[in-house]
């Protein structure tokens, strides 16, 4: 679309009646009408206009005009569209030299960018990190799924959203949800090995190897943590295959490129016009009876605490701090519409998250079995039996099993790109950034760049993850060898880091001890091809088809 500012328009346009009031009143164009003169002058204006932000700011002007730029015409849909989502900004990043900023012009040469390095990164996370924020339209578009809760608010609302919600968040906390985790994970065990021995490999006898979807299993898993977790609600998706709320996320989420294309109309158009798009409706529908139903849930338990907080004695409080919603209650700083979006944010976010990083977990250990086998051994050797319980220090001090999740999360960013767009005049990495201006923050590409990661940026290594005492001993570390943190940004950093990412890191570990002490996994058919895809996260097109075999642990 054509950069017109709305201040430049509105002076213009005031520029222009002032002039045709004037020459009328001079006597001068006396022929003709005053609707004909003013918009034989509005015509000018809008004319210069347009030369102005098409022809002359983008190339003469722009503080922007001498960054790296990307050849030929690139739109953020074009980006949006890209299967995986940040393929193109990946090769961008090995292709073009740079100093953190990499431009690229849209339709009428507006500008969008990249940001590719630590300086840059840093800027728009951390140091100025109050001057972006989300595009309105994706904004709009994605509170009709979750609310506006913390993910979605900007400003003011996003500092005190934030420092009430951060408590529940503590790593004290999250530690001791260990056994909460460890108890779902062996539901799921069972579950997958009923499903395995139900559905037998071709050729093999019941209970030796059966097929799996992974996927739906994984959601139903982490759903069924945040649940209690969030809101003191256990929905038994593990348990009960007709599951309302796991289906309805199911029904939201699906990776399908219908889904790519309606996200991508809606993040272009306002909601009362992407509406109007035809062919969009059935999706328009999915959208509102799903969310309906889930906002429905969201309230009946915040009416169900609101009860239990009136009628509960001062002693019994910790009970109600069991909880999120129970948490942030007894603080009185949400109404109930607020909570309901706070609610939707965390079962959406804090489920989807996990389960994408398990699904690709798995995949990517099917490919590398090597690596599986001495993972399994790892976990054996420190876990008794899938029933012994877990502390938290066992499981964060595991070498290999912290080296596998932080690739996958490194690899396979749930979300793979998001963008933010400057509302004042600022800086980064040294460049004047005009207000308006749109940057990508491509967790798909920067965690994969040759820049932080080297030649190996794109492998699956988790020994990176690994450091090696003279003495042969093994120990988690947390870079990758990687030169700055900002070199990962699964869960971005600073202010609007994800609040949650110790919660889904813990997860994460729960959940790939769990599955593979108990199973060896490969690809149902090691030929298939597998392609990242998604709409709002990243999934597996296909699903992630499994041939489980149980093992003894």
């Not at 948490?327 to 706070?342: A, C, H, K, P, Y």
């Not at 120990?475 to 600073?494: D, K």
Request: charged share 20%; aromatic share 8%; proline share 5%.
């Amino acid at each position: 679309m054509v950069l017109l500012f709305k201040e430049e328009l509105m002076a213009n346009l005031a520029l222009s009646v002032v002039a045709t009031i004037g020459l009328i009143s001079a006597g001068q164009f006396s022929g003709w009408t005053f609707k004909g003169l003013f918009a034989c002058v509005f015509a000018v204006n809008f004319g210069i206009q347009i030369i102005w932000d098409v022809l002359v700011y983008p190339y003469f002007v722009s503080p922007l005009r001498n960054l790296p730029l990307v050849p030929g015409m690139v739109s953020q849909l074009t980006i949006l569209m890209d299967q995986p989502r940040g393929k193109r900004p990946l090769q961008w990043m090995r292709d073009i030299p740079n100093d953190g900023l990499i431009h690229f012009r849209g339709a009428f040469n507006a500008s969008y960018l990249i940001a590719t390095n630590h300086q840059a990164l840093l800027d728009i996370m951390s140091t100025n990190t109050y001057d972006f924020e989300k595009p309105w339209k994706a904004r709009e578009f994605l509170a009709r799924i979750i609310g506006f809760g913390l993910i979605l608010s900007e400003g003011n609302a996003h500092r005190v959203q934030r420092k009430a919600l951060t408590p529940a968040f503590n790593i004290k906390n999250i530690r001791g949800l260990y056994g909460l985790m460890w108890e779902k994970t062996n539901i799921l065990l069972g579950e997958l090995e009923r499903e395995a021995r139900e559905n037998p490999m071709e050729g093999m006898g019941s209970g030796e190897s059966g097929k799996v979807e992974m996927s739906v299993w994984a959601s139903r898993l982490t759903l069924d943590v945040i649940g209690p977790v969030a809101m003191g609600r256990d929905f038994q998706s593990l348990t009960h295959k007709e599951n309302k709320v796991a289906d309805s996320f199911l029904a939201i989420l699906e990776p399908s490129r219908e889904k790519l294309i309606f996200l991508g109309v809606n993040f272009v158009f306002p909601q009362w016009l992407a509406r109007l798009v035809p062919g969009m409706g059935r999706l328009h529908r999915v959208i509102d009876e799903e969310t309906g139903y889930l906002r429905r849930v969201c309230h009946e338990i915040v009416r169900e605490k609101r009860i239990a907080l009136k009628s509960q004695k001062a002693v019994d409080m910790q009970e109600l701090e069991a909880d999120i919603l129970g948490t942030i209650m007894l603080r009185g700083e949400f109404s109930d519409d607020e909570l309901v979006d706070q609610m939707l944010t965390f079962l959406a976010a804090g489920h989807e998250t996990t389960a994408s990083a398990l699904t690709w977990a798995c995949y990517l250990l099917c490919l590398h079995p090597s690596v599986q086998t001495r993972l399994r051994e790892e976990i054996h050797a420190a876990i008794p039996a899938a029933n012994h319980a877990v502390t938290w220090n066992q499981l964060e001090s595991m070498p290999l099993l912290n080296g596998v999740c932080q690739e996958v999360l490194r690899l396979y960013p749930t979300v793979p790109a998001t963008v933010r767009e400057a509302i004042r005049d600022t800086v980064v990495a040294g460049t004047p950034i005009p207000r308006g201006t749109r940057i990508t923050l491509c967790p798909y590409a920067t965690n994969r760049s040759p820049h932080f990661w080297g030649p190996t940026s794109e492998q699956f290594l988790p020994e990176r993850w690994i450091d090696t005492d003279e003495k042969g001993n093994q120990s988690v570390n947390h870079h990758g060898g990687a030169p700055t943190n900002f070199a990962q940004i699964t869960f971005l950093h600073g202010q609007r880091s994800c609040i949650g990412k110790d919660f889904a890191r813990a997860e994460l570990r729960c959940a790939v001890a769990g599955v593979v002490g108990g199973f060896v996994m490969e690809m149902q058919d090691p030929a298939q091809e597998i392609h990242v895809a998604g709409a709002v996260t990243t999934k597996p097109r296909e699903g992630m088809h499994l041939k489980m075999t149980t093992v003894e642990w």
